[in-house]
């Protein structure tokens, strides 16, 4: 079993930033990719970025393309979501997600979520 917390989520004006932590537990970190995902009200769950096991590579839907990064930290089991340039359509829950085989932006490839954490950006 893997444990996902995140964290850092809040309420920001457009235009704000915020960086997301998602802390693991329970298993070796460097053996998961990663990914993180964000649910807006009425709407499916949508990938936002991923990341390889070993953070070489690095995947981002084109809407936070520029304005998003993601990031690990295999030494501290941590994976991060920097955002900048927050828009009101960014408001969603954002959760986190770790794959022991499957290193992509479909949510059933991730075997393991955390319980996310509500970003809101006002205009």
Do not use: H
Request: net charge neutral; aromatic share 14%; proline share 2%.
């Amino acid at each position: 079993q893997v444990q996902l917390v995140e964290s850092g989520g809040g309420l920001v004006q457009a235009g704000g930033s915020l960086r997301l932590s998602c802390a693991a537990s329970g298993r070796t970190f460097s053996n998961y990719a990663m990914g993180w995902f964000r649910q807006a009200p009425g709407k499916e769950r949508e990938i936002v970025a991923a990341i390889s096991w070993s953070g070489e590579s690095t995947y981002s839907v084109d809407s936070v393309k520029g304005r998003f990064t993601i990031s690990r930290d295999n030494a501290k089991s941590t994976m991060y979501l920097q955002m900048n340039s927050l828009e009101p359509e960014d408001t969603a829950v954002y959760y986190c997600a770790a794959a022991r085989s499957y290193y992509g932006s479909y949510p059933n490839g991730y075997d393991y979520w955390g319980q996310g954490t509500q970003v809101t950006v006002s205009s």
